[in-house]
């Protein structure tokens, strides 16, 4: 060996820091890349950008335009349809289990998180912060590696998406929505627990969807595809 860093190790960082950057929003949906762009942007060769680029593609996180090339994903309103009802089977999951099986060190840090949360509101980026830690411990609480494997999944696609959380108080009923979650977790209540995820996640939809309709329009059908609404 010559000391170099394998082309499998170069892989795998360029696609955790674009995957990451999607996350962040420093790549923006409907943002056109190239792997000339990327590799400069984040100081690698092209072959480590062009296996990560493959990677994401295949996890849906970039798409190939027409006429537009590669860029990031922008989900259209079936895409969002079809997230928030594996966001719903997921989320109910993972309540149910961290109702079972979470620790108390566990709870009491959702605890802190949802007493502080009310402090975000009207700041749209503190809120989606407190809400990504919130949502994160909560998988991590329901103690599944497998299930926990498939939410980090949908979480990277829903970064795809706006917030909307300082929109027409949906702050205010999210935060209501996880003390709900958060109760029936300490009550180790797990049917309570798993209702109270699957009602936040439809309430989450709900909303999506209204403001999805107010400005972006009503989807048009189209033959075989997708509707026209963009997220």
Not at 47 to 59: K, N, S, Y
């Amino acid at each position: 060996m010559d000391g170099s860093t394998p082309a499998r190790d170069l892989g795998e960082s360029a696609y955790a820091r674009i995957r990451a950057a999607i996350r962040d929003g420093g790549l923006a949906p409907g943002e056109r890349l190239t792997e000339t762009d990327l590799a400069a942007r984040f100081g690698v060769s092209r072959t480590p950008v062009r296996q990560a680029i493959a990677r994401l593609e295949a996890e849906g996180l970039l798409t190939h335009e027409a006429r537009r090339g590669l860029t990031v994903t922008r989900p259209d309103h079936q895409q969002v349809v079809e997230l928030y009802v594996m966001r719903e089977v997921l989320e109910g999951a993972a309540a149910r289990l961290a109702a079972q099986h979470a620790g108390e060190t566990e709870i009491a840090a959702m605890a802190e998180i949802v007493a502080r949360e009310p402090e975000a509101f009207g700041d749209a980026a503190a809120l989606a912060g407190v809400n990504q830690r919130l949502h994160g411990l909560l998988y991590l609480a329901a103690h599944n590696r497998y299930l926990l494997r498939s939410l980090e999944q949908l979480s990277a696609t829903m970064a795809l998406l706006p917030t909307l959380l300082t929109r027409d108080g949906r702050a205010e009923a999210a935060h209501a929505e996880h003390r709900a979650i958060l109760e029936a977790i300490v009550a180790r209540d797990g049917d309570a627990a798993e209702a109270a995820a699957r009602r936040h996640a439809r309430a989450a939809q709900k909303h999506r969807l209204a403001w999805m309709v107010g400005t972006l329009g009503v989807p048009l059908a189209a033959p075989g595809g997708a509707g026209g609404a963009r997220g």
